[in-house]
C-alpha cells in the first residue's frame, strides 16, 4: 500500500496524558499537512509541513500541541496534557510538488478519545 | 459565518437518480475547489479537483464551479448504494496558503 498511513488509528487516554501520532506520507510528496475532524464538521486545518519545514500553523494549534517532521519524511503530532475537548479524527495529508495547489491525499485517520 | 457552506443532509434519493451536492464559499481569493468522499469512519477520498470556473467530467462524476456567484456543485449520475457517503468540499487560495478550507460535508443515502 503507497498510500499515506496513520498510526495508531485509535487511541484512548484519560484527561491530562500525552498522546502522539505517527504519519507517513507518500513517498516523495514534500508537502505533509495534519486537519482535525470532530463529529458532523469537515476537517479543520492544524499545521503544514514542506519537507521538514514547519511553514503555517492554525491558531487552533495552542501550545499544547507541536508536530515536528525531523528528516522530512515522517510526521508525528503530540499532544500534551489532553483535554476531553481534543477527541477528535486527527487526519493526515500528503502533496507532491508543484504550482499553485496541489491535491491532498488524506490517510485513514487516528480517532483519539479523551476520557 | 463560515467561509464555506455546506447543507448538511442528509438527502436520500432512489438508486439512479442524478444528485446535486453545492457550496458557497464567501472568500473570493480561492481558485482551486476539491470535492471529497469520506466513508464512516474513514479519511476522506479526493474524487475531483477543479481550477479556476468551469467544468470536469470523470465517468459519472461532474463539478462546476461558478467564481462570479461563489458557488461550486458536484453531480452524481446514476447514482448507486455505494456512493452512499458524505460528501465534503474544500478549496484554497494556492497563493498565501495551500490549506484546505472545508465544508461540514453533505451526508447521501443511495437507497436500492
Known amino acids: 500500500d503507497t498510500g499515506v498511513s496513520q498510526d495508531p488509528r485509535h487511541k484512548i487516554t484519560k484527561r491530562g496524558q500525552n498522546v502522539t501520532f505517527r504519519c507517513d506520507p507518500i513517498?516523495?510528496?514534500?508537502?505533509l499537512y495534519w486537519y482535525r475532524q470532530t463529529l458532523g464538521q469537515g476537517p479543520e486545518f492544524l499545521t503544514y509541513f514542506q519537507n521538514e519545514a514547519q511553514l503555517e500553523k492554525s491558531r487552533l494549534l495552542s501550545d499544547r500541541f507541536s508536530a515536528e517532521r525531523p528528516k522530512g519524511s515522517f510526521s508525528t503530532l503530540e499532544i500534551q496534557r489532553t483535554e476531553q475537548g481534543d477527541s477528535a479524527m486527527y487526519l493526515c495529508?500528503?502533496?507532491?510538488?508543484?504550482?499553485?495547489?496541489?491535491?491532498?491525499?488524506f490517510g485513514p485517520g487516528t480517532r483519539l478519545t479523551v476520557l | 459565518q463560515k467561509e464555506v457552506e455546506q447543507d448538511p443532509g442528509p438527502l436520500s434519493v432512489p438508486e439512479g437518480a442524478i444528485v446535486s451536492l453545492n457550496c458557497t464559499y464567501s472568500?473570493?481569493?480561492?481558485?482551486?475547489f476539491m470535492w471529497y468522499r469520506q466513508y464512516s469512519r474513514k479519511g476522506p477520498e479526493l474524487l475531483m479537483y477543479t481550477y479556476s470556473s468551469g467544468n470536469k467530467e470523470d465517468g459519472r462524476f461532474t463539478a462546476q464551479v461558478d467564481k462570479s456567484s461563489k458557488y461550486i456543485s458536484l453531480f452524481i449520475r446514476d447514482s448507486q448504494p455505494s456512493d452512499s457517503a458524505t460528501y465534503l468540499c474544500a478549496m484554497s487560495d494556492g497563493d498565501s496558503s495551500y490549506k484546505l478550507i472545508f465544508g461540514s460535508g453533505t451526508r447521501l443515502l443511495v437507497r436500492p
Open positions: 472568500n473570493s481569493a480561492f481558485q482551486y
Open positions: 513517498s516523495e510528496h514534500n508537502r
Open positions: 495529508a500528503s502533496s507532491a510538488p508543484g504550482a499553485g495547489t496541489d491535491t491532498q491525499y
